[in-house]
């Protein structure tokens, strides 16, 4: 498993909710799963490693019990062996005295066993006196040189074993031996006579005792006081030079069961000296524990450990889930919520702490809300008071001029001029203040614009005419008010209130697909172009066309960006400025009338 | 990140726990490679390859592999072997220890053992092929220097010298030749006759030498170059009561070591077969390894009536189980 730095990916910026979120290496369930995972697997192997060793040790000290007493029945064989050997010699010796060598020769048959290779006594000098068989002894050698007759003790009542070693009493023969030496003497002719006894005793019955299998590659050897290998099964491998190590394993050893430590393997070692001979039964085996079976638990550890891991895998990431799936589910709630959708979180039940966040995001979800219909009021009264301030400058501009024409009229005895000029003035500050409202019918506004365009005309002395057209059916469509009257103002200001006469100002009204299009059309001087490029730019700067930038920010204002002014001019043609607005009736007479 | 830094954490922790488990594993079984050896020797029933073997099951419970011994029944049938390889190639063994009957014939087996991918380690007697992987045994060629320098040393008659070899083709017969030869050509007193071979049958052998001793009034020494051709070499001599000629042998079985002790035969050269059973193990699981492996030759032991009963030697001459 290799882990990379947890990285935030594409996946996570996308703010679409849902329910099982996708895999990331820091998510909550990983870290759960991960630890729990970990948590259990040190258990595990701490577990299994306790038990190990426990085991372990419990096998080896059951190998070390088992060596002990194979060791222990192996020399008490070898023990009785040789007892049934120096009893042989015993039986010999008391024979000896009362039967001549003649009348022996034949009753030591009856001694005569397989394993017994020889019985024989020799007198001091080297001759035999009584042998156990028909083969005849050789004559080339010299007995009294042989090391088993040199050493031997006349001591009647001491015997020796000696090494094994290779016999060669008769010719052609070369069995290997253990020979029994004892010092006897006898009664001959009224002389007492004395010399040396021999059992020879067939070896491979001691290398078959000691050939037992001692379980774990054990092995017993024999070795003698001094520590010589007496007998050893890997005897050749010490002879060819290949096994120092555990020659010397055991010469130091007290009797009784140890523990040798060596540079890769522990060894029981059990040392047991035999009572009936200077030898000592060496038992070794190794102590390899569990491993000592086939090729040790390792496979099935790692395994069991391995399975383990998985199911604990699998088992931790499933819990998680769903230790986490109310989580996951406040997750996906929110996340649906921060889209745009629903509008309060169900109470999250079940844990608590996920019931105790779902509240809080509740709370903090009203709280938003709150905010947000805050800010929108705010921003709505915002507007309301920027229309009212355009409104407001619009006003006192239209009164000066027109209270200047009613003094001029006044001045000039029109009386019947003045008062046409101010019905139509007081009709058209009622048109244009018709309560608080900000929106009106479009028959208003365009009885307002009538009465606007007649006191101009009176005013410009009847130098223009002009033409209101409506379609009934948007007769009474809403529209913000005091639209026409600036656009009105500018026609005839800067279109035909040059001429001298026969200026025409034509004002329409009709249903343009779902919107509403009002139109002032003018035959005046028209617009440059590089002025008509940027007459409806907020910050043109210039005073000119003041009215109609005031006209469209307020449209936008009132009823979105996508409405507003279109200005069309060809100079000397005239100009063309259409209100394109929504087409509302009801709605927005309720709206208007909030 | 200290969330970064648990996720590491918890890796090291699994990780530190995969390699506890594999040592684990590893300190349970990882000894073991179970590696499969042949053994093909020349005569299974005789007690130099006997010892061959038991060498050789000693190194595979130290190395913990397994080897299974093959040969013809008695080493006069040697042509057999060439088969027995074939037969061990079809086994695909993860190597072939090998004491070549003879030099030549078995040198097509054992490049068909290469060929199939098994390396062929030679014990005792070699093949003639250049890529085997090494050979350990006694070095033949001193083995016969030892014997006529012994010889010329322990002779002090004048005359002529037979040698009593084995199989003519084997690699062993040659070089113990060889080396036989050259030591003795600088000694003027004797002179070599030609070599008979008694093709490791001891009666053809004391048949060949009855031979050589009518036909060479002259002859004062013989060097017998196997255990069964001095067998057989000193069966005729024993029998012919002929105590002027000395044998001089290269190995010596139980029915030798009577003959020495009679004064038949004066020496003996002993090889060390359990040594070369042993380290041609030892070798091939070295190689099998990766490890380099070189040729190795074993020791060589000059036995005399006066030193025949030593704790060695008579280990060597009479074994246990004989």
């Known amino acids: 498993m290799v882990l990379t730095?947890?990285?935030?990916q594409p996946g996570k910026a996308?703010?679409?909710?849902?329910?099982?979120?996708?895999?990331?290496w820091n998510s909550l369930w990983v870290i759960m799963a991960a630890s729990t995972l970990g948590l259990s697997l040190i258990a595990?192997?701490?577990?299994?490693?306790?038990?190990?060793?426990?085991?372990?040790?419990?096998?080896?000290?059951?190998?070390?019990?088992?060596?002990?007493?194979i060791t222990e029945n192996v020399s008490a064989s070898i023990n009785s062996y040789i007892k049934e050997m120096v009893s042989i010699s015993d039986n010999v010796t008391s024979l000896l005295g009362r039967y001549?060598?003649?009348?022996?020769n034949s009753k030591l048959v009856v001694f005569l066993r397989e394993d017994v290779e020889t019985i024989a006594v020799f007198d001091s000098g080297g001759k035999p006196v009584v042998t156990t068989d028909k083969r005849t002894l050789r004559s080339d050698i010299e007995i009294t040189r042989q090391s088993w007759f040199s050493g031997a003790s006349t001591n009647g009542r001491r015997y020796l074993i000696s090494q094994p070693h290779v016999q060669r009493l008769y010719r052609g023969e070369y069995p290997w031996v253990i020979t029994l030496t004892r010092g006897v003497s006898w009664e001959e002719g009224g002389q007492t006579r004395s010399g040396i006894m021999i059992v020879d005793m067939n070896f491979t019955r001691i290398k078959d005792l000691c050939s037992r299998d001692l379980e774990n590659d054990g092995y017993l050897y024999i070795t003698n006081q001094q520590g010589d290998v007496v007998y050893h099964p890997k005897q050749q491998?010490?002879?060819?030079?290949?096994?120092?190590?555990?020659?010397?394993?055991?010469?130091?050893?007290k009797e009784g069961s140890s523990v040798v430590r060596t540079k890769d393997v522990q060894r029981a070692v059990c040392v047991k000296s035999l009572s009936n001979a200077a030898w000592r039964v060496i038992g070794v085996s190794s102590m390899n524990g569990l491993a000592a079976y086939g090729s040790g638990p390792g496979p099935y550890i790692v395994l069991s450990i391995v399975l383990l891991a998985v199911a604990i895998l699998a088992g931790s990431l499933l819990l998680s889930r769903e230790m986490l799936r109310p989580l996951h589910n406040l997750m996906a709630l929110m996340g649906r919520m921060t889209g745009g959708e629903g509008t309060e979180l169900a109470p999250v039940g079940g844990v608590y702490e996920v019931g105790q966040l779902g509240d809080s995001f509740n709370r903090m979800v009203a709280r938003i809300r709150q905010l947000m219909v805050q800010v929108r009021t705010e921003?709505?009264?915002?507007?309301?008071?920027e229309l009212k301030a355009l409104n407001?400058?619009?006003?006192?501009?239209?009164?000066?001029?027109?209270?200047?024409?009613?003094?001029?009229?006044?001045?000039?005895?029109?009386?019947?001029?003045?008062?046409?000029?101010?019905?139509a003035l007081s009709k058209y500050f009622r048109l244009s203040l018709s309560g608080a409202r900000d929106f009106i019918t479009v028959e208003d506004e365009l009885q307002q614009v009538e009465k606007y365009l007649m006191i101009q005309k009176m005013r410009f002395g009847d130098a223009f005419t002009y033409q209101i057209v409506c379609e009934p059916e948007v007769r009474k469509a809403r529209t913000p008010k005091i639209m026409l009257q600036p656009i009105a103002e500018n026609a005839i200001v800067h279109g035909v209130g040059t001429m001298e006469e026969g200026g025409v100002i034509v004002i329409t009204a009709r249903r343009s697909g779902e919107e509403l299009e009002l139109a002032v059309r003018d035959n005046g001087c028209g617009i440059k172009p590089e002025v008509l490029e940027h007459i409806l730019e907020s910050d043109a700067g210039a005073r000119s066309g003041i009215g109609l930038k005031n006209v469209h920010q307020r449209i936008k204002l009132a009823c979105g960006g996508e409405y507003g002014l279109k200005v069309e001019s060809e100079l000397d043609e005239g100009t063309t400025v259409r209100l394109r607005l929504p087409l509302r009736f009801e709605q927005a007479k309720k709206e208007g009338e909030q | 990140m200290k969330r970064a830094g648990m996720l590491i954490l918890a890796a090291a922790v699994f990780l530190g726990i995969i390699g506890g488990t594999w040592h684990l594993w590893s300190a349970g079984s990882g000894a073991k490679k179970g590696y499969t050896f042949d053994l093909i020797i020349k005569g299974t029933s005789m007690e130099f390859w006997k010892r061959v073997n038991e060498g050789a099951q000693a190194a595979a419970s130290t190395y913990h592999v397994s080897v299974t011994m093959y040969g013809p029944a008695v080493e006069k049938d040697y042509a057999q072997q060439a088969g027995l390889v074939e037969d061990s190639i079809a086994r695909k063994p993860d190597a072939i220890i090998l004491a070549a009957a003879d030099y030549r014939l078995l040198a097509k087996p054992v490049q068909d053992a290469i060929d199939a991918g098994i390396p062929v380690i030679m014990v005792d007697s070699d093949v003639d092929n250049s890529r085997t992987v090494a050979y350990v045994g006694t070095d033949n060629e001193k083995l016969g220097t030892m014997l006529a320098r012994q010889l010329c040393q322990r002779t002090d008659a004048f005359g002529e010298v037979g040698v009593v070899s084995f199989v003519k083709e084997s690699y062993p017969a040659v070089q113990r030749e060889k080396g036989f030869r050259d030591a003795i050509r600088s000694d003027k007193r004797f002179a070599v006759l030609d070599t008979v071979y008694a093709y490791s049958d001891v009666a053809k052998g004391e048949l060949l030498t009855k031979e050589l001793i009518d036909q060479h009034p002259n002859l004062t020494a013989i060097a017998a170059l196997n255990a069964w051709?001095?067998?057989?070499?000193?069966?005729?001599?024993?029998?012919?009561?002929?105590?002027?000629?000395?044998l001089f042998a290269i190995d010596c079985m139980p029915e030798e070591a009577m003959y020495m002790e009679e004064g038949v035969l004066s020496l003996a050269l002993l090889q060390n077969p359990y040594q070369m059973g042993y380290y041609g193990i030892e070798t091939a699981c070295r190689y099998l390894k990766g490890e380099t492996v070189g040729n190795r030759y074993t020791d060589i032991y000059p036995v005399e009536v006066g030193t025949m009963f030593d704790d060695l030697y008579q280990q060597l001459i009479f074994p246990f189980d004989s």
């Open chain 1, 44 to 69: 595990v192997v701490a577990i299994t490693l306790v038990v190990y060793r426990h085991a372990d040790a419990a096998i080896n000290h059951s190998i070390e019990q088992n060596n002990a007493q």
């Open chain 1, 5 to 8: 730095h947890p990285s935030r």
């Open chain 1, 237 to 253: 491998m010490i002879y060819a030079g290949i096994l120092p190590e555990e020659i010397t394993l055991a010469s130091a050893l």
């Open chain 1, 100 to 104: 001549s060598a003649k009348e022996l």
């Open chain 1, 14 to 24: 996308d703010p679409r909710p849902k329910h099982i979120p996708s895999f990331h």
């Open chain 1, 392 to 423: 407001a400058q619009m006003d006192p501009h239209f009164l000066y001029n027109t209270l200047d024409s009613v003094i001029w009229l006044a001045e000039s005895g029109d009386q019947k001029g003045v008062i046409q000029m101010v019905l």
């Open chain 1, 379 to 385: 921003q709505e009264q915002l507007h309301r008071s």
């Open chain 2, 229 to 246: 051709s001095s067998e057989g070499a000193a069966r005729a001599l024993s029998k012919l009561g002929n105590s002027r000629i000395r």
